[in-house]
């Protein structure tokens, strides 16, 4: 082990900055010459990936606890006093059903009230897109969440918004970084104790008046008819998160008069007790609500504990179905983009905003309506950065955002991924097919039928601690230095490389312009057929991971060739 590790992992077992608990735990690893775990939680700090911070709760400077929020909180105080007049716009704080998100997030209050920085902190759980929108309804510079989104629940993690609502993107990510890592000792923090900042009015509560607001919004952007919404049965699940806060609500508020809310898994629990990890892309998250069900019942629904993303099972033909991140965005944008144009609200130049491993058909799907298309790196922040961008310099209005995994958004009052308006949607679009005597399952056939049949899947791969992350490290290099000619048979056409910037053709030596993007670890394969398979490391978590879109005539000939592309590329 390092000396430098050890040192560092000294300092918090017996500097009294920190509190007895913290101190106990690291003089254990140390007593017990525990070096892997050591060097796991020592080695480095938590870094700002795709969803921020994000980290397991223990002590040490790669791992979630108070202190290090303390340190990121310190970085983003003085990112923020470097513009003076920033400082007086104050800073929202909100959290999940997490471990200790509370506390971590009292920890961030602290330190930001010490600074003379204004803080808005929910006094109850709220959902990630209540906290986006509160940002922008009082004007603050800055936003954090506490939470891991979709993550295990030894996780947590630590989220920062900026003044337009959306996640941080360079250059603010880096400055508050480097702020962040100019910090070396814990003693220089600010704060103030979170009584004192209550009693002063420094730190003030944010209550059920911000669920009216965004509420009257949402009313504002639904689309479909109350009428209409009264038949369908309903089984609705927020994974034990902050969901339950507003769906229900919403729900009521559009007429729906069958709802069923999953008992076992409305509470509030840090343990997630009732799934083996509340991310509503497992199929495993539906269990109870299918068991639930009634004859009657033709969508289930489920947010992840921030409620920032939406997935779905439809019933169809007496059977249940789960629709993909790929296929509830495709179809939540035609039924949007077709009420907007039957309305003669579709703007002459509306965009439509997604993500470099987001299925192609939405591409099309935009360009029927006459949409022009802008594509990003994987990251619901890039969504928004895009609109933002294109708001301000007058190039487009933005009209919808969606990424394969579970997330969209419309209109301009929230700056992330909303799973409460989602919600609201696929709810209306379910209840408008009924009444055609159809399901989703038919009206995906539709789109299929009009724009040719689309199969997109997602594999990943999980390398844990310090060594999987050099393990990840290595096969991406290796896809660089000895790239595949062929992939399931599919001849390899050219390789946009995000890292670079360029696009490679085989068989030539000089390489073309890339898509412009932010640099970023990601390999796209781009094969005969209109077929691509994605291969990236995740932002937020262990893993590599291998995004496949194809499309083809009928599903037998695309099924077939996608298995033939994991058969090759996976390891």
Same mark, same amino acid.
């Given at each position: 082990m390092e000396p430098s590790i050890e040192k560092v992992a000294r300092y918090w077992a017996e500097s009294e900055i920190f509190d007895q608990s913290t101190r106990t735990e690291v003089q254990k690893l140390l007593d017990d010459h525990n070096e892997k775990e050591l060097i796991e939680r020592f080695v480095s700090p938590l870094e700002f990936g795709t969803g921020g911070m994000r980290g397991i709760i223990a002590a040490g400077i790669n791992r979630m606890n108070r202190y290090t929020v303390r340190q990121a909180t310190e970085g983003l105080a003085r990112y923020i006093k470097e513009n003076p007049s920033d400082s007086h716009s104050g800073v929202v704080i909100g959290?999940?059903?997490?471990?200790?998100?509370?506390?971590?997030?009292?920890?961030?209050?602290?330190?930001?009230? $010490?600074?003379?920085?204004?803080?808005? !902190?929910?006094?109850?759980?709220?959902?990630?897109? +209540?906290?986006?929108?509160? #940002? !922008? @309804?009082?004007?603050?510079v800055a936003?954090?969440?506490?939470?891991?989104?979709?993550?295990?629940?030894?996780?947590?993690?630590?989220?920062?918004?900026?003044?337009?609502?959306? =996640?941080?993107?360079?250059?603010? *990510?880096?400055?508050?970084?480097?702020?962040?890592r100019s910090i070396v000792d814990m003693g220089e923090i600010t704060s103030m104790d979170f009584e004192r900042a209550l009693k002063q009015g420094k730190i003030q509560w944010l209550t059920e008046e911000s669920d009216t607001r965004y509420l009257e919004i949402l009313d504002k952007l639904a689309l479909g008819n109350p009428a209409q919404n009264e038949k369908p049965g309903i089984i609705y699940t927020p994974l034990h998160g902050?969901? #339950?806060?507003?769906?229900?609500?919403?729900?009521?508020?559009?007429?729906? =008069?069958?709802?069923? +809310?999953?008992?076992?898994?409305?509470?509030?629990d840090s343990n997630f007790s009732t799934v083996k990890s509340p991310n509503p892309e497992d199929p495993g998250v539906f269990e109870k609500s299918v068991a639930l069900a009634g004859p009657d019942d033709c969508l289930i629904m489920a947010n992840d504990p921030d409620a920032d993303r939406l997935g779905v099972m439809v019933r169809h033909k007496k059977e249940w179905h789960r629709l993909n991140g790929n296929q509830?965005?495709?179809? !939540? +944008? *035609?039924?949007? +983009?077709?009420?907007l144009q039957a309305m003669g609200k579709l703007p002459k130049d509306g965009a439509l905003v997604l993500t470099n491993v987001t299925s192609p058909l939405g591409k099309k799907?935009?360009?029927?309506? $006459?949409?022009?298309? #802008?594509?990003?790196?994987?990251?619901?922040?890039?969504?928004?950065?895009?609109?933002?961008?294109?708001?301000?310099? /007058?190039?487009?209005?933005?009209?919808?955002?969606?990424?394969?995994?579970?997330?969209?958004? #419309? $209109?301009?009052?929230?700056?992330d991924k909303d799973?409460?308006?989602?919600?609201?949607?696929?709810?209306?679009?379910?209840?408008?097919?009924?009444?055609?005597?159809?399901?989703?399952?038919? @009206?995906?056939?539709?789109?299929?039928?009009?724009?040719?049949?689309?199969?997109? *899947?997602?594999?990943?791969?999980?390398?844990?601690?310090?060594?999987?992350?050099?393990?990840?490290?290595?096969?991406?290099?290796?896809?660089?230095?000895?790239?595949?000619? @062929?992939?399931? /048979?599919?001849?390899?056409?050219r390789i946009i490389d995000c890292q670079d910037d360029v696009v490679i053709t085989p068989g030539f030596s000089e390489t073309a312009p890339g898509p412009g993007l932010p640099k970023s670890n990601v390999l796209t394969f781009c094969l005969e057929g209109d077929c691509r398979v994605v291969v990236r490391p995740s932002g937020t978590e262990p893993k590599i991971k291998y995004y496949f879109n194809l499309q083809g005539a009928n599903p037998e000939e695309v099924k077939g060739a996608l298995a033939q592309l994991k058969k090759d590329i996976l390891i």
């Open positions: 959290y999940d059903s997490r471990h200790n998100s509370f506390l971590f997030a009292q920890a961030a209050g602290e330190v930001l009230a $010490g600074h003379g920085i204004p803080v808005y !902190l929910f006094k109850k759980l709220a959902p990630t897109p +209540l906290i986006s929108f509160e #940002v !922008l @309804q009082q004007k603050a936003g954090i969440v506490i939470t891991a989104s979709h993550n295990p629940p030894e996780y947590n993690g630590y989220k920062v918004y900026w003044k337009n609502g959306g =996640q941080i993107i360079p250059p603010d *990510d880096q400055g508050i970084i480097q702020k962040v902050t969901g #339950v806060r507003l769906v229900p609500t919403v729900l009521e508020k559009r007429g729906f =008069q069958h709802v069923t +809310l999953v008992a076992e898994q409305a509470e509030p509830v965005g495709v179809l !939540l +944008l *035609d039924d949007y +983009l077709k009420n799907v935009a360009h029927s309506y $006459g949409l022009q298309v #802008v594509e990003t790196l994987t990251g619901f922040k890039w969504i928004w950065a895009a609109a933002s961008k294109m708001a301000e310099e /007058g190039t487009g209005t933005f009209v919808f955002g969606m990424e394969e995994s579970l997330g969209y958004l #419309v $209109g301009q009052n929230v700056g799973g409460v308006w989602a919600a609201m949607a696929f709810a209306e679009l379910v209840a408008a097919l009924q009444t055609e005597g159809k399901t989703p399952i038919d @009206q995906l056939d539709i789109l299929y039928q009009k724009f040719g049949y689309h199969l997109d *899947d997602l594999e990943t791969q999980t390398f844990p601690g310090v060594e999987g992350k050099e393990k990840i490290a290595t096969m991406m290099s290796e896809f660089r230095k000895n790239p595949p000619q @062929q992939i399931g /048979g599919k001849r390899l056409e």
